[in-house]
């Protein structure tokens, strides 16, 4: 079993920042990307950011240029720098990790969701 312990979400206003981590323990022998996903109200889940083992970023078109993802594969953390924060960026926030454990089943796992709410 994976942990994701997520935190860092909360209020904020339109222009502000905010700083996400969500940390990845348990039965975890490597992690090859974890990221960012987010669902708002009525609509669906949709990637934010990811980042690979090897630093390797993607992010979606909405967010480029205003969200960084930074990893510390030493503490199997992922981090979501959010600034110039609008409110259509409101939504749950949830991390996703996908690698392998210790006796190589591959696994996928979700945390449990962090809100943010970005007010006008």
């Known amino acids: 079993q994976v942990q994701l312990v997520e935190s860092g979400g909360g209020l904020v206003q339109a222009g502000g920042s905010l700083r996400l981590s969500c940390a990845a323990s348990g039965n975890i022998f490597s992690i090859a990307a974890m990221g960012w996903y987010r669902q708002a109200p009525g609509k669906q889940r949709e990637l934010v950011a990811t980042?690979?083992?090897?630093?390797?970023?993607s992010f979606a078109d909405s967010v480029k240029g205003r969200f960084t993802i930074s990893r510390d594969n030493a503490k199997n953390t992922v981090y979501l720098q959010m600034s110039s924060l609008k409110p259509e960026d409101t939504a749950v926030y949830y991390c996703?990790?996908?690698?392998?454990?210790?006796?190589?089943?591959?696994?996928?796992?979700w945390g449990q969701g962090t809100q943010v709410t970005v007010s006008s």
């Open positions: 996703n990790a996908n690698g392998w454990a210790y006796s190589s089943i591959r696994f996928n796992y």
């Open positions: 980042i690979t083992s090897g630093g390797r970023t």
